[in-house]
Nanobody, 124 residues
Framework: QVQLVESGGGLVQAGGSLRLSCAAS????????MGWFRQAPGKEREFVAA????????SYADSVKGRFTISRDNALNTVYLQMNSLTPEDTAVYYC?????????????????WGQGTQVTVSS
C-alpha cells in the first residue's frame, strides 16, 4: 500500500500563487506516474497534471497549461504542484494520485492510490 498526504492548500486572492505538496509513504517503490486532480463543488473530478517517475515527461490539462508546474523529488517521495496566476475557477479540492504504471495518464481510473485532498480557494 501507498499512503499519500497532500498539504499546501488554502485561501488566496486571484492572481496569487500556491504550492501543493504530496508526501508518499509505504510501498513507494511501486509508484511510477504521479498526478494531480481536482474536484470543484457540483463537478466531476478532473485531471490537472501528471509526471513520469523520472520527471522528464509531464502532462497538463489545457486549463492550467502555462500556469501550473508539476515536479517531484523521488529522494523525498514527494510531488509538487506549483500554481501561479490563480483564478476563482481554480477553486477545488486538489487530490494527489499515484499510478504503478509507467505511462502518463489523465484518466483517474488509471491511478491506484489517492490522497485525502487539500482545499484550494481563490477569491476574486
Amino acid at each position: 500500500q501507498v499512503q499519500l498526504v497532500e498539504s499546501g492548500g488554502g485561501l488566496v486572492q486571484a492572481g496569487g500563487s500556491l504550492r501543493l505538496s504530496c508526501a508518499a509513504s509505504g510501498r513507494t517503490f511501486s509508484m511510477n506516474t504521479m498526478g494531480w486532480f481536482r474536484q470543484a463543488p457540483g463537478k466531476e473530478r478532473e485531471f490537472v497534471a501528471a509526471i513520469s517517475w523520472s520527471g522528464v515527461s509531464t502532462s497538463y490539462a489545457d486549463s492550467v497549461k502555462g500556469r501550473f508546474t508539476i515536479s517531484r523529488d523521488n529522494a523525498l517521495n514527494t510531488v509538487y504542484l506549483q500554481m501561479n496566476s490563480l483564478t476563482p475557477e481554480d477553486t477545488a479540492v486538489y487530490y494527489c494520485a499515484a499510478d504503478t504504471d509507467w505511462r502518463i495518464s489523465g484518466r483517474s481510473g488509471e491511478y491506484d492510490y489517492w490522497g485525502q485532498g487539500t482545499q484550494v480557494t481563490v477569491s476574486s
